[in-house]
Structures are given as C-alpha cells and as structure tokens.
C-alpha cells in the first residue's frame, strides 16, 4: 500500500466545525458526520502546516491548506470525494502525490529493461486547478541583518514549488 500525500484546502467553516467536534467529543451534536471527522483528524500538526500556505478567500469562502498523508490511492480518493460530496464547496483538492512524487493517478514510463524513465503516463485523480498558485506563500528575500528585502506573491500555477516534504518524500510533479 502507497502513501499518498493531498494538497487539501478546508473552508473555516468546516474547520471550526472539526474543532468544536474535537471539543465537544461524545456530547457533540452538529452536522460533522464521523467518515468527516475521520479524514481531518488524519491531519497531522495542523496549526504548523497550515501556516506554511497562503489563505485565500475563494467565492466568499476563506480556505485554509494543509498537507494530508494517507494509505493508498483508492481509499484517499474515496475518502475525499466522499468529503467534498458531504460539504459541498467547503472542500478543494489541490493535488494529490505519491511519494515518489508522481500526482496519484499516473505511472512511470519504463524503458524496455523496465527501468524508470523519467517519464509518467495516464491521468492525475485530481488535477492541479488553474487557481492552485493561490495557496502559495510569498517568496521573501532576507538581507544579512534579518530584514525583508523583497516579497513576491504567486502569480501563476509557474509558481507552485514544495511546502512540507516528509523525510524520504521526493520532489512533487507538478505537471
């Protein structure tokens, strides 16, 4: 079994909604199914990882990112769709990589003595969105004192480049 890695933006309402639910544990009664809770407890070291992104406000909504790790392809794609199926337009997948680096969904190519070419086939379960540049942190350029010289936002999905690799996790493909 594969772990796969998810770029996984949340609305705030949602997020809160999780919250109150790890609050209020068995005495919860809100609309957070368990399948729900599930996934997003999965989320590991919340508070860090989701201040590496950006925080857009997309149709109204404000989305938080964070960096989710799950087994398998088949369970991650269930377990998400199920997700954005339940909280329409509370959910946005932004990518989802193997760690190996290819998007989940695709293959190596091999060459005929069956090594890697460097090359994938077939077609990424969740395609990268034409506004996933958002999320993307400014880069900052520092002097030698500390101090901010420069900031340039995100302009394209030419920007994207990796937030939180795990130790062993190679370099994700974006394209």
Do not use: C
């Not at 077609?123 to 969105?129: A, D, L, R, S, V």
């Not at 993307?136 to 394209?156: K, Q, R």
Request: aromatic share 10%; no cysteine; proline share 6%.
């Amino acid at each position: 079994m594969s772990l796969a890695n998810l770029w996984l933006a949340i609305s705030t309402q949602a997020r809160d909604e999780f919250r109150t639910r790890r609050q209020q544990g068995d005495q919860y009664s809100g609309p957070m199914d368990d399948d729900t809770y599930y996934v997003l407890d999965k989320i590991s070291d919340q508070e860090v990882v989701s201040g590496l992104f950006a925080t857009p406000t997309l149709g109204g909504k404000t989305y938080i990112t964070f960096s989710v790790y799950l087994p398998g392809e088949a369970r991650v794609r269930k377990a998400i769709d199920d997700l954005t199926e339940r909280w329409p337009g509370h959910f946005i997948v932004l990518g989802a990589w193997f760690m190996d680096g290819r998007q989940a969904g695709t293959q190596w190519e091999l060459d005929e003595e069956g090594e890697r070419t460097g090359n994938v086939t077939g077609t990424p379960i969740y395609p990268i969105p034409a506004q996933a540049y958002r999320i993307m942190p400014p880069i900052n350029v520092y002097d030698e004192n500390g101090d901010l010289v420069s900031s340039t936002p995100a302009t394209s999905n030419a920007d994207l480049r990796d937030i939180n690799l795990l130790a062993g996790q190679a370099s994700r493909r974006f394209a």
